[in-house]
């Protein structure tokens, strides 16, 4: 009997995974890391903008709402947590080295540390400068949160994350989150860097369920250029800061907001922050804006 043959032509090969963003080399989310249960936010902008401020800040509110909140520093320097916990904690890529990377050798207070209200601290860490990827630690850091049981007790996890786009460390906290806040300030350098982190969410966002929640516009008194620019790609505003002293203060004395002590204007930046944290946990509209090629936010954010 003759078995029916079709031409190569024909022979359609196997589908493979859509690409994880156009020319992307990222590795898909193993899916046995997922964090199920917790809402997951992760906090973006660039480098030096406050958002380690504004994460500790914003976890410190969650707690106060009556949340249980886990922090994730995501930056090789490690020092997310420290208003929240006073110190710069061990990292996990420090207790994994001091056990010869057995990680079944760690105990949870090897490397979660309990910082204000409750709020569960983590710090990712990072490879020495230069030779490695900080995917590879974020990865690390879930995995142990899972196989440790601590993602099922924890109501919303946040993610601060180290402020370089085109990194692998960058990138990994998006495979989880569910929602991404850009921090920026009033200015050219920070917004330029906000449209190319859109450009990344919304990569991301083709295979992952992560969406942009909204912009906190921080370390300004205006917002007129943010407004601007939002309004071009089709973002919103979520929060402001302005460039207070209070807020300066707190970072010296290693605490958060919400260990300060009271005046009108401390007040009225807890409210801020408590007030953005409701709104998250009630669930942010998904917004899905179109970011512009770099020489286009060049001339929109430009002066003749």
């Given at each position: 009997?003759?078995?029916?043959?079709?031409?190569?032509?024909?022979?359609?090969?196997?589908?493979?995974?859509?690409?994880?963003?156009?020319?992307?080399?990222?590795?898909?989310?193993?899916?046995?890391?997922?964090?199920?249960?917790?809402?997951?936010?992760?906090?973006?902008?660039?480098?030096?903008?406050?958002?380690?401020?504004?994460?500790?800040?914003?976890?410190?509110?969650?707690?106060?709402?009556?949340?249980?909140?886990?922090?994730?520093?995501?930056?090789?320097?490690?020092?997310?947590?420290?208003?929240?916990?006073?110190?710069?904690?061990?990292?996990?890529?420090?207790?994994?080295?001091?056990?010869?990377?057995?990680?079944?050798?760690?105990?949870?207070?090897?490397?979660?540390?309990?910082?204000?209200?409750?709020?569960?601290?983590?710090?990712?860490?990072?490879?020495?400068?230069?030779?490695?990827?900080?995917?590879?630690?974020?990865?690390?850091?879930?995995?142990?949160?899972?196989?440790?049981?601590?993602?099922?007790?924890?109501?919303?996890?946040?993610?601060?994350v180290l402020g370089d786009v085109v990194c692998g460390g960058f990138a990994a906290p998006l495979q989880h989150a569910d929602h991404a806040l850009i921090v920026t300030a009033n200015d050219f350098d920070s917004i330029f860097a906000m449209n190319r982190i859109v450009a990344?969410?919304?990569?991301?966002?083709?295979?992952?369920?992560?969406?942009?929640?909204?912009?906190?516009?921080?370390?300004?008194?205006?917002?007129?250029e943010i407004d601007r620019f939002n309004t071009a790609i089709g973002l919103r505003t979520m929060a402001h800061f302005r460039d207070l002293d209070v807020i300066r203060r707190s970072r010296l004395k290693k605490s958060t907001l919400f260990e300060m002590e009271g005046s009108?204007?401390?007040?009225?930046?807890?409210?801020?922050?408590?007030?953005?944290?409701?709104?998250?946990?009630?669930?942010?509209?998904?917004?899905?804006?179109?970011?512009?090629?770099?020489?286009?936010?060049?001339?929109?954010?430009?002066?003749?």
């Amino acid at each position: 009997m003759t078995v029916p043959t079709k031409p190569l032509s024909e022979i359609k090969a196997p589908v493979a995974p859509p690409p994880d963003g156009e020319g992307s080399v990222q590795v898909h989310l193993d899916p046995r890391l997922r964090i199920g249960g917790a809402k997951v936010f992760a906090v973006y902008g660039k480098g030096g903008i406050g958002k380690s401020t504004t994460s500790s800040n914003l976890s410190a509110a969650f707690s106060m709402l009556g949340k249980r909140v886990l922090q994730i520093g995501c930056d090789p320097k490690h020092d997310s947590t420290f208003t929240l916990t006073k110190r710069l904690v061990p990292t996990v890529i420090d207790v994994l080295e001091s056990v010869n990377f057995h990680a079944e050798e760690l105990r949870v207070e090897d490397f979660v540390y309990e910082g204000f209200n409750g709020v569960m601290c983590v710090e990712a860490g990072g490879p020495p400068a230069g030779t490695g990827c900080g995917g590879y630690v974020v990865g690390q850091t879930v995995k142990l949160l899972k196989e440790h049981h601590l993602l099922e007790d924890t109501d919303v996890v946040i993610f601060d994350v180290l402020g370089d786009v085109v990194c692998g460390g960058f990138a990994a906290p998006l495979q989880h989150a569910d929602h991404a806040l850009i921090v920026t300030a009033n200015d050219f350098d920070s917004i330029f860097a906000m449209n190319r982190i859109v450009a990344a969410i919304t990569a991301k966002a083709k295979n992952y369920k992560v969406r942009l929640g909204g912009v906190v516009a921080n370390r300004s008194a205006a917002t007129d250029e943010i407004d601007r620019f939002n309004t071009a790609i089709g973002l919103r505003t979520m929060a402001h800061f302005r460039d207070l002293d209070v807020i300066r203060r707190s970072r010296l004395k290693k605490s958060t907001l919400f260990e300060m002590e009271g005046s009108p204007e401390l007040e009225g930046v807890q409210a801020e922050y408590l007030q953005l944290a409701q709104a998250l946990w009630d669930g942010a509209e998904p917004m899905l804006p179109t970011a512009m090629k770099d020489r286009e936010i060049f001339d929109f954010l430009g002066f003749d």
